[in-house]
């Protein structure tokens, strides 16, 4: 069974750090493209971030509104992927899920989120 | 970025009831890029529909999708309670884009 599993959110400052990590089980994790999608009330599904394979050198991708912010990474000695998010916004609130995705195509599985709320 | 409208953006149907949802893209889009999610209440969004027809794993034989270029839809056969749900459509033509969802209810 494939299995998702998110920690790291909670509350931070505005301009804080907060790093996400994301565990992953039931399937062989080096072989597949590794994203987050977040969701707010006020925008809805986003996607945020996307972990190529090694034998892509592990190239990355960011949506717009995070990028030289967020840095998503992996470590498929582990099985898990992360999202370190620096200079955090009010905006950046939301749940944040690690997703598995089929190459350019779609999210196939959903871990179960984790919240991040940015609030002084 | 293209962007996906989704109507309606909410709606009621008895059971039995046939159900569309229609998507919008702002810009043609191969059907091997347009996808369907189902998030239900206090869950995290599931694969209902893949490359604009293929049923996830999993999910009932009442659920179909059709569509091309910028027009895309959903069909539930018939509505039965546990559909009960928002649903998104998505695409992963360029930087990867979602709907803002149709909040689907029971009448």
Known sequence: EVKLEESGGGLVQPGGSMKLSCVASGFTFSNYWMNWVRQSPEKGLEWVAEIRLKSNNYATHYAESVKGRFTISRDDSKSSVYLQMNNLRAEDTGIYYCTRKLGPYYFDYWGQGTTLTVSS | ?107
């Open chain 2, 1 to 107: 970025e293209i962007v996906l409208t989704q109507s309606p953006t909410t709606m009621a149907a008895s059971p039995g009831e046939k159900i569309t949802i229609t998507c919008s893209a702002s810009s043609s889009i191969s059907s091997n890029y347009l996808h369907w999610y189902q998030q239900k209440p206090g869950f995290s969004p599931k694969l209902l529909i893949y490359r604009t027809s293929n049923l996830a794993s999993g999910v009932p034989a009442r659920f179909s999708g059709s569509g091309s270029g910028t027009s895309y839809s959903l069909t539930i056969g018939t509505m039965e309670a546990e559909d009960v749900a928002t649903y998104y459509c998505q695409q992963g033509s360029s930087i990867p884009t979602f709907g803002a969802g149709t909040k689907l209810e029971l009448k």
